[in-house]
């Protein structure tokens, strides 16, 4: 009897440590919910951007390039707190300059020794697969569409460069502020 009382009174201060632990507290959770992103549209959505034909003599050394070739992105319904958009391309990266886009290749009527270079508005090069904070802020106009201009063009990754088909495809990543 006395081994079943001393137990009793094991478990009761047990369960009584348990009660005095308890406090009473609040936690206040707060957040905002924004109105700050837009729609692409449709037309940027899915877009070929039309490089040219050029010549393989206008790739006469390692890093020459082709004029540009201008592209947008449109958004529309943007969102009365829209301010920005951080904008990257990713895809196969070229394997000799790893800032490009990779032509797309296989056939044997592919060009060789090329890669696809995008710029910004500015014409700086936006390197393909930059991570999400080497991203740079586009302004945007909030509650109105809005555009943003881009360019690709071709660049020699190797001299000479073998004459072909050149197709690349990247995914656009987007980031609204």
């Not at 290749?105 to 936006?126: H, M, R």
């Amino acid at each position: 009897m006395k081994l079943y009382l001393s137990l009793m009174l094991s478990l009761l201060s047990f369960s009584m440590v348990g009660s005095c632990l308890a406090a009473d507290s609040v936690i206040n959770i707060t957040g905002t919910v924004q109105d700050n992103t837009c729609v692409v549209s449709t037309a940027s959505k899915t877009m070929t951007v039309n490089l040219m034909n050029y010549s393989s003599k206008t790739f006469y050394k390692t890093g020459a390039v082709s004029p540009m070739a201008s592209f947008s992105l449109d958004f529309s319904s943007c969102g009365s707190a829209a301010s920005g958009v951080k904008v990257g391309f990713t895809g196969v990266a070229d394997t000799t300059n790893s800032t490009l886009l990779a032509i797309d290749s296989g056939a044997s009527t592919d060009a060789q020794g090329i890669g696809v270079e995008i710029l910004d508005s500015d014409k700086t090069v936006i390197p393909i697969n930059q991570s999400e904070s080497d991203m740079s802020w586009h302004s945007l106009t909030a509650g109105q569409a809005n555009s943003l201009t881009f360019y690709a063009r071709m660049m020699s990754t190797v001299y000479p460069v073998t004459a072909g088909a050149v197709t690349a495809s990247a995914t656009i990543t987007l980031e609204f502020e």
